[in-house]
């Protein structure tokens, strides 16, 4: 981005000010929204478990459960040994019990999926693909053969793959899967990505905004947030995203100041922010995302209009 070159018109500076001062106060309620989302399904999940297994195989779930999480939390905060550590405690956990073929596979779809974690903190990128694909499987089986309602975990794990394959590099691939999940979301007549298997248990507006956030956010994943884009990569992407599918005005917006930016078109990228700031309601990282750019480029006019006074 040529920010030497930026002079943004003070009226439209003002606006955008107003914009992010209110994308602030709405950031709270918006990631409450996720978390709900989030806590909605594994609380259903638990709930249709506890309906077909024993006890001990419930108790002995929850409990590989919590140390799985400990070690996530560790894995979170920097610790790699003690985190690796309680992930291979909660694996033995469930693996030394007779669980039921149900129980089995919940026990698995989350130990995939926090092996996944722990390799693409590594940066063993190809083996934290291969275990997110392996946690989708196991929750396909548990909505085939039990009849678990899936939908909302199995599209967070493809959101985690596209977020995987832009962090190995594979720009191309990253954006040819987040479009694919995007298309499934909106486009009624789109099938599952992933697989050959049939699109199971539609989801709610709500939820479908939420999924749709961790799949943009992660496709156009970048290493600081006021950096761009390679020009041909987005063009291609903004291609797919903005022209081909038929996504709500936030989403078309939010993409569109992505484009400008990556044209260094910079008022232009204001003005699609501050519409997409006026209707972004559980859109939690692009808002984050773009708040964050926008006020580095009138943190960067203001730097230089002080050193030219």
């Excluded at 030497?4 to 409450?32: C, F, H, T, V, Y």
């Excluded at 709930?47 to 108790?59: E, R």
């Excluded at 974690?117 to 089986?141: D, F």
Aim: proline share 2%; with cysteine.
């Amino acid at each position: 981005m040529n920010n030497g070159a930026i002079a943004i018109d003070p009226k439209l500076r003002a606006a955008a000010l107003e914009a992010i001062a209110s994308s602030a106060a709405n950031a709270r309620a918006n990631l409450q929204i996720e978390a709900d989302i989030e806590k909605r399904y594994n609380s259903a999940h638990l709930l249709k478990l506890a309906q077909g297994v024993s006890l001990n195989d419930i108790a002995v779930t929850l409990r590989s459960a919590a140390m799985r999480e400990k070690g996530l939390e560790r894995l979170r905060a920097g610790d790699m040994g003690l985190g690796a550590r309680l992930l291979v405690a909660a694996r033995d956990l469930y693996k030394r019990e007779e669980l039921c073929r149900e129980a089995f596979q919940s026990a698995v779809s989350f130990q995939f999926a926090a092996e996944a974690y722990l390799h693409y903190k590594r940066m063993s990128y190809q083996r934290a693909e291969a275990l997110l694909l392996h946690s989708i499987a196991a929750c396909e089986i548990l909505h085939d053969e039990f009849g678990h309602d899936i939908e909302v975990r199995r599209v967070h794990l493809a959101a985690n793959i596209v977020r995987v394959r832009r962090s190995a590099g594979s720009h191309s691939a990253s954006f040819e899967l987040a479009t694919a999940l995007v298309a499934y979301l909106y486009e009624a007549a789109a099938r599952w990505p992933l697989s050959h298997h049939v699109s199971v248990n539609r989801l709610d507006s709500r939820e479908i905004r939420g999924l749709a956030d961790q799949i943009l956010d992660a496709a156009f994943a970048v290493n600081s947030p006021a950096a761009k884009l390679a020009s041909q990569e987005f063009e291609r992407a903004f291609a797919k995203f903005g022209q081909a599918l038929s996504l709500p005005q936030a989403i078309v917006s939010w993409l569109r100041s992505q484009d400008q930016l990556s044209r260094d078109e910079v008022e232009g990228a204001i003005i699609h922010a501050i519409a997409f700031f006026g209707d972004n309601q559980g859109l939690p990282r692009l808002t984050r995302r773009l708040r964050s750019q926008v006020e580095s480029i009138l943190h960067t006019e203001n730097a230089l209009l002080v050193a030219g006074s």
